[in-house]
């Protein structure tokens, strides 16, 4: 079943509208990284793939560097953590031959079967694929058939070091389901086939971190992880070497260069911003998907995990309701951003055209959303022309 969510609310001009299905969009990565291949698990796959070979009717084509989230310019957050990239050009020289790597955002490292999903781009939860010719008449989708995917280091859900090896990539086309955030594939037998010896990505950032409760790089000494993304789970170090707190005035002093951290003069935990006041002021980071987010009293964990006001929100156009989550909305409630409480949050939905909204928990993974549901998501406008989907909630999609 597909959902389509229209809203207009804002934080400081991010106007966003939501809508629960969209094309990939390529950008070119912005950094240059360290090579993957200097950990040990990702230099032992590659001596062991230089043993392959291509299987017959294979071409061996290679992957271009990939990036994703802010690296990308426009910013562009996907609802699953999708990095984009290139592959070698095979195809016709005017066009882009598009190459996409998707993970779960809860995919822990450790080695991955391609194979187990069977060219199905709805039912991976580790993915690659990509499209032949991009937007060209001749323009094919390709999608992993078999192969390995290690995932060798996890900073945050999109910041991650991994490798393929042994990846046969075999011409695809859609199939059902097509009307749900994720589209499914099946492989074309006998169709054209392209193979990956081994590639590596690499989207660790400098100062890179996970702002989500409990991570090891959530609290770190006289540091801040300041969220970069709507629902909270990427982020980035500043240093925090002042005392102020919340709501007080503030200054950031910008990174020295390339490799140092920015800094505020706010206590550790507190970020200087203005994304929800008029004039930068420390504000709280929080996890609101956290049983218990950590916010000062009175206060709620908003979009960007930032501790603030219902009222400050409601001004920005944001709507709530007071439904706990799992329940009906209050009569004449169609849509809210935030319902059920903090430690619960979720958002009202009515996704049938019923007249009645369900309070519809939040969720940043998919693989998190129980049997016969799914994970729908708001689109957030990054502007200039750039996205953010991350916030996703869990609804019955009836598949």
Sequence with gaps: MASYVRAVSSVKGLRWGAVLLAGLVGCEPTTTKEPATKHQEVGSLEEQARLLTAPPGCEEITLGEMANGVELTPVMYTNQPTLRGDFSSFGDPAARDRAFIRLDVDTTPGLYNLATAGGNTFACDQCVFGTKDSGAATQKDLVAESGTLLLALKVSPDQTIGALANVVLREAVDAPPLNA??????????????????????????GGCDPRQGSLTANLPDTTCVPTNYVASDGTLERSLGTKTQGEACTTTPAASEYELASTDCEQGYTCTDLLSENAQCTQTCDFLAADPGCPEGMMCGVYGLCTTQAVLQSFGFRFDTAPVGSTCTPGVTFAEFCGSEGARGTCLDLGRTGTATCLRYERARTNC??????????????????????????HDGL
């Design 181 to 206: 955030p994720f589209w499914g594939s099946a492989l074309v037998p006998g169709g054209e086939c392209k193979w990956i010896r081994f590639a590596t990505w690499n989207t660790v950032r400098q």
């Design 370 to 395: 129980g049997p016969g549901e799914e994970l729908g998501y708001f689109s957030y406008s990054r502007p200039p022309g750039g996205f953010d989907r991350t916030m996703g909630f869990c609804y």
